[in-house]
């Protein structure tokens, strides 16, 4: 078997699940002050190494609590947060915030985000310094706020409930070590424009919608998609919009992610080859130039997790004489969590790492197993097909490939979203099927014509590529139009228990997981096919418990 389709061992993965399996206990169950864990972890470390020295097998058992505890303490160091206390009583404050992130609002009336207090009454300086979430009116401003500028404003402000008592949204501050937020208020004025790296991306944001603005139709809703598909930004998008995107399940292709890192980093890859750089230049070039995009595009979790991961793979690729995809993954989300390991519990996290893990595991295995199943033109050697029969072969196996990594993408990914939106995209498959290589079309335009603009004065080839793009963001949208007039398109699903939905997709992930161990074995097809019933089964059973 070859190099490049046996399973490959994941070392780190004895860090990782123990790790994680700690924030989770941290997160749900009572325990004692993070320094005491890390007392017993540094004590529990001290007996591996001993029993490991002896050639004892107890060693596993102290290292994997050890790391449990350690997973746990960090949770309880970055997440019970001192300044909890602040505010426990809702009281009326006027603030100067300096915004850090912005969110999709809904309401072009109205901001929210991220900021962090510069300014604070005497008798409320505890609040200076602190990073909080704000929620605004922006009636009285003469433009929309951007990230980086500073604003008085006038407001409540309260405590964020806590896991226990708060919904999902409050929980997602939380994980972002957020335990206050400002309402029922306003953004006054502008005081400080953005200064540094603040501005700078800001104005490169607004120079790339404008050079992504210039096609045929600039004022069109698709002019608007795209330059949400490019930057990240929904606001561009109409209701109308949002709806068929929602419906269909491809909203996701709106959020900077791996779809677009991915695409991006490939692009970047072959331009960089073309100029001969060696592997070491060329993955820091790369890198550095994907960090300046994610910047500019607003540095969403999304985003920076894609790079990490890209970053993660350009590693791997150092020690090994092949990449490897899954060891690049688990380190990515090892760094993730140590950094963040509220993180664990962000929808954006598992349908990140989650379903990447699937198509990894199990949808490139699958692509490989049905292009075995389906040969073309098996006794004719390739060295003397003709061109007709090699492009055939190609776009079966390019069919193949795609429709096992949209299947184990559409598995893990509807688990996750009927848990978290109540929805399932009955036609996910052949959906994502079409509009993902479509939007990595569109994408790869966009790269191209964002690439080309300093010569857009002298030759319009941004506007050709821009051109381009808009014919694949219609068609996209046509074809969802299509799929939406299908009957049961989109389910409406009843709420789930988190109970059932992590008992739902612990054991998906663990017979796809042994699946992939048993590739190189003749019942490969049977796992894999083990693996995909699970997974409908569940998602059929999630409907009715």
Same mark, same amino acid.
């Given at each position: 078997?070859?190099?490049?389709?046996?399973?490959?061992?994941?070392?780190?993965?004895?860090?990782?699940?123990?790790?994680?399996?700690? &924030?989770?206990?941290?997160?749900? &169950?009572?325990?004692?002050?993070?320094?005491?864990?890390?007392?017993?972890?540094?004590?529990?470390?001290?007996?591996?190494?001993?029993?490991?020295?002896?050639?004892?097998?107890?060693?596993?058992?102290?290292?994997?609590?050890?790391?449990?505890?350690?997973?746990?303490?960090?949770?309880?160091?970055?997440?019970?947060?001192?300044?909890?206390?602040?505010?426990? *009583?809702?009281?009326?404050?006027?603030?100067?915030?300096?915004?850090?992130?912005?969110?999709?609002?809904?309401?072009?009336?109205?901001?929210?985000?991220?900021?962090?207090?510069?300014?604070?009454?005497?008798?409320?300086?505890?609040?200076?310094?602190?990073? *909080?979430?704000?929620?605004?009116?922006?009636?009285?401003?003469?433009? +929309?706020?951007?990230?980086?500028?500073?604003?008085?404003?006038?407001?409540?402000?309260?405590?964020?409930?806590? +896991?226990?008592?708060?919904?999902?949204?409050?929980?997602?501050?939380?994980?972002?070590?957020?335990?206050?937020?400002?309402?029922?208020?306003?953004?006054?004025?502008?005081?400080?424009?953005?200064?540094?790296?603040?501005?700078?991306?800001?104005?490169?944001?607004?120079?790339?919608?404008?050079?992504?603005?210039?096609?045929?139709?600039?004022?069109?809703?698709?002019?608007?998609?795209?330059?949400?598909?490019?930057?990240?930004? /929904?606001?561009?998008?109409?209701?109308?919009?949002?709806?068929?995107?929602?419906?269909?399940?491809?909203?996701?292709?709106?959020?900077?992610?791996?779809?677009?890192? #991915?695409?991006?980093?490939?692009?970047?890859?072959?331009?960089?080859?073309?100029?001969?750089?060696?592997?070491?230049?060329?993955?820091?070039?790369?890198?550095?130039?994907?960090?300046?995009?994610?910047?500019?595009?607003?540095?969403?979790?999304?985003?920076?997790?894609?790079?990490?991961?890209?970053?993660?793979?350009?590693?791997?690729?150092?020690? +090994?004489?092949? %990449?490897?995809?899954?060891?690049?993954?688990?380190?990515?989300?090892?760094?993730?969590?140590?950094?963040?390991?509220?993180?664990?519990?962000?929808?954006?996290?598992?349908?990140? +790492?989650?379903?990447?893990?699937?198509?990894?595991?199990?949808?490139?295995?699958?692509?490989?197993?049905?292009?075995?199943?389906?040969?073309?033109?098996?006794?004719?050697?390739?060295?003397?097909?003709?061109?007709?029969?090699?492009?055939?072969?190609?776009?079966?196996?390019?069919?193949?490939?795609?429709?096992?990594?949209?299947?184990?993408?559409?598995?893990?990914? %509807?688990?996750?979203?009927?848990?978290?939106?109540?929805?399932?995209?009955?036609?996910?498959?052949?959906?994502?099927?079409?509009?993902?290589?479509?939007?990595?079309?569109?994408?790869?335009?966009?790269?191209?014509?964002?690439?080309?603009?300093?010569?857009?004065?002298?030759?319009?080839?941004?506007?050709?590529?821009?051109?381009?793009?808009?014919?694949?963001? /219609? #068609?996209?949208?046509?074809?969802?139009?299509?799929?939406?007039?299908?009957?049961?398109?989109?389910?409406?699903?009843?709420?789930?228990?988190?109970?059932?939905?992590?008992?739902?997709?612990?054991?998906?992930?663990?017979?796809?997981?042994?699946?992939?161990?048993?590739?190189?074995?003749?019942?490969?097809?049977?796992?894999?096919?083990?693996?995909?019933?699970?997974?409908?089964?569940?998602?059929?059973?999630?409907?009715?418990?």
């Amino acid at each position: 078997m070859s190099q490049a389709t046996k399973p490959r061992r994941v070392p780190l993965l004895w860090i990782l699940l123990p790790y994680a399996l700690g &924030i989770g206990v941290a997160r749900f &169950i009572p325990l004692p002050s993070s320094w005491i864990l890390l007392s017993l972890a540094a004590l529990g470390i001290c007996f591996a190494y001993r029993s490991a020295k002896k050639e004892d097998r107890s060693w596993h058992a102290f290292f994997i609590l050890s790391t449990m505890m350690l997973g746990a303490a960090r949770f309880l160091n970055l997440h019970l947060d001192p300044h909890d206390q602040i505010a426990t *009583i809702p009281r009326e404050a006027e603030l100067e915030l300096q915004i850090e992130t912005l969110f999709n609002a809904t309401d072009p009336q109205t901001a929210l985000g991220i900021a962090r207090v510069v300014k604070s009454p005497i008798q409320q300086r505890e609040l200076t310094s602190l990073r *909080i979430f704000f929620f605004l009116e922006t009636q009285s401003l003469a433009r +929309y706020p951007q990230e980086g500028e500073r604003f008085s404003a006038i407001g409540v402000v309260r405590r964020i409930p806590s +896991y226990a008592e708060g919904d999902r949204f409050d929980a997602y501050l939380r994980n972002q070590g957020i335990s206050q937020a400002y309402k029922q208020g306003y953004l006054l004025n502008l005081t400080a424009e953005a200064q540094g790296i603040s501005r700078l991306t800001n104005r490169t944001k607004d120079h790339f919608a404008h050079v992504l603005s210039q096609n045929k139709r600039p004022d069109s809703p698709y002019t608007g998609a795209y330059k949400g598909l490019m930057l990240g930004q /929904k606001s561009e998008l109409t209701p109308d919009q949002k709806q068929l995107f929602l419906a269909n399940g491809t909203m996701h292709l709106f959020a900077i992610s791996g779809l677009h890192i #991915g695409v991006i980093a490939i692009c970047l890859h072959q331009l960089l080859s073309l100029l001969r750089l060696r592997s070491g230049p060329r993955a820091i070039t790369a890198l550095v130039a994907i960090a300046c995009f994610v910047l500019v595009t607003g540095g969403s979790a999304s985003s920076w997790r894609a790079l990490l991961m890209v970053a993660c793979f350009y590693l791997t690729s150092f020690g +090994y004489r092949q %990449a490897s995809p899954v060891n690049a993954l688990t380190l990515s989300a090892l760094v993730y969590l140590l950094l963040l390991p509220g993180q664990l519990f962000q929808a954006g996290f598992q349908m990140s +790492y989650f379903t990447v893990t699937a198509i990894l595991l199990l949808g490139l295995p699958l692509g490989r197993t049905l292009n075995k199943l389906v040969p073309l033109f098996p006794h004719i050697p390739p060295t003397i097909q003709n061109p007709f029969q090699k492009l055939l072969v190609a776009s079966k196996k390019w069919i193949l490939d795609a429709l096992g990594v949209s299947t184990a993408a559409f598995l893990i990914s %509807a688990l996750l979203g009927i848990y978290y939106f109540q929805i399932l995209p009955s036609y996910g498959i052949l959906i994502n099927l079409v509009a993902l290589p479509v939007a990595s079309l569109a994408i790869v335009s966009g790269f191209l014509s964002l690439l080309c603009s300093p010569l857009i004065a002298w030759i319009p080839l941004s506007e050709v590529f821009n051109n381009a793009a808009l014919l694949l963001i /219609k #068609g996209i949208h046509l074809f969802l139009e299509l799929t939406s007039e299908l009957p049961l398109s989109s389910i409406q699903t009843p709420a789930v228990s988190a109970y059932w939905a992590a008992s739902a997709l612990l054991t998906c992930l663990t017979i796809v997981a042994f699946s992939y161990t048993q590739i190189h074995q003749r019942r490969a097809p049977l796992w894999q096919l083990c693996a995909v019933a699970s997974c409908g089964a569940w998602i059929v059973l999630l409907q009715i418990v």
